[in-house]
């Protein structure tokens, strides 16, 4: 069994900042990459930032210069850091995870509960 469970949500004013935190946990052999997605009201759900084991970044292209990935993925974490908020980042953002569980397996997306971010004056 595997969890993701994130933390630092929450409510903030336009231009302030959030950090958010995600811990995988459970029988885990391998972690190839971990990333954060996000799915506001009505929306579909997109992927802000991704980390891969090896090192590589990728974001969204809104959130370019806004937000910043960072973790170490051999200790399970990954964190988003999140800067001058706009009320369109308000979303239930979720943590995802590509985790093999054997090593005769591949790996497999992994979701998080999800944590809500609303940004509103």
């Known amino acids: 069994q595997v969890q993701l469970v994130e933390s630092g949500g929450g409510l903030v004013q336009p231009g302030e900042s959030l950090r958010l935190s995600c811990v995988a946990s459970?029988?885990?052999?391998?972690?190839?990459?971990m990333a954060w997605y996000r799915q506001a009201p009505g929306k579909e759900r997109e992927m802000v930032a991704r980390?891969?084991?090896?090192?590589?970044?990728n974001y969204l292209d809104s959130v370019k210069g806004q937000f910043t990935i960072s973790g170490d993925i051999a200790k399970n974490t990954v964190h988003l850091q999140m800067n001058s908020l706009k009320p369109e980042d308000t979303a239930v953002y979720y943590c995802?995870?590509?985790?093999?569980?054997?090593?005769?397996?591949?790996?497999?997306?992994?979701w998080g509960q999800g944590t809500q971010v609303i940004v509103s004056s």
């Open positions: 459970g029988r885990i052999v391998r972690i190839d990459a």
């Open positions: 995802n995870a590509e985790i093999s569980v054997s090593v005769f397996e591949l790996a497999q997306n992994y």
């Open positions: 980390i891969t084991r090896g090192g590589s970044l």
